[in-house]
């Protein structure tokens, strides 16, 4: 392996990269700033999927559930279980599809639109931070490279990211 942070080799005969990987960093950004929103959003007594099922309900409206799911990446099964908790809480209502019936929609209530408030607080928080740490120029261009590279990663073949 060449280039920046190719690492050194594990010990104890293992190929592996080091801790200086691209790779590797990638990973520990994302747990970093996970961990913090998580903290940042603790208060709402929501989980990580509740959170981004609602934050994806502010942005895109009502919408399918399979439309939903499908713009999350996650199964029907899990959203139908998540879009449930978030209605027995009281965080979303289900509405009927002006244009089929049969289909629901899943809409914000007053509560949810509350959470999704704080959610958004903590997203922009935490940005604002990166951004007086680092300066919004190196942060734009980072979002743009990582956008570059989920691009690349979503066109990949399977065995060429495996």
């Known amino acids: 392996m060449t ?90 209502a289900r509405t009927r599809s002006p244009v089929d019936r049969r289909v629901f929609h899943p809409v914000l209530t007053p509560k949810g639109t509350r959470a999704v408030r704080v959610i958004a607080d903590a997203a922009w928080a935490q940005l604002a931070m990166l951004e007086r740490q680092l300066g919004a120029d190196f942060i734009a261009q980072m979002t743009q490279a990582m956008l570059r590279i989920n691009a690349a990663l979503d066109t990949a073949p399977v065995d060429e990211v495996e």
């Open 3 to 92: 280039g920046v942070g190719a690492g050194a080799g594990g010990g104890a005969g293992t190929d592996l990269p080091g801790h200086d990987t691209f790779g590797y960093q990638t990973l520990l950004l994302a747990r970093t700033l996970q961990a913090q929103f998580l903290a940042d959003i603790r208060r709402t007594g929501l989980s990580p999927a509740q959170t981004n099922v609602l934050a994806e309900i502010a942005r895109a409206g009502p919408l399918p559930q399979r439309d939903l799911a499908e713009r999350l990446s996650i199964g029907n099964a899990s959203i139908g279980q998540t879009i449930d908790r978030l209605e027995s809480s009281g965080h979303i």
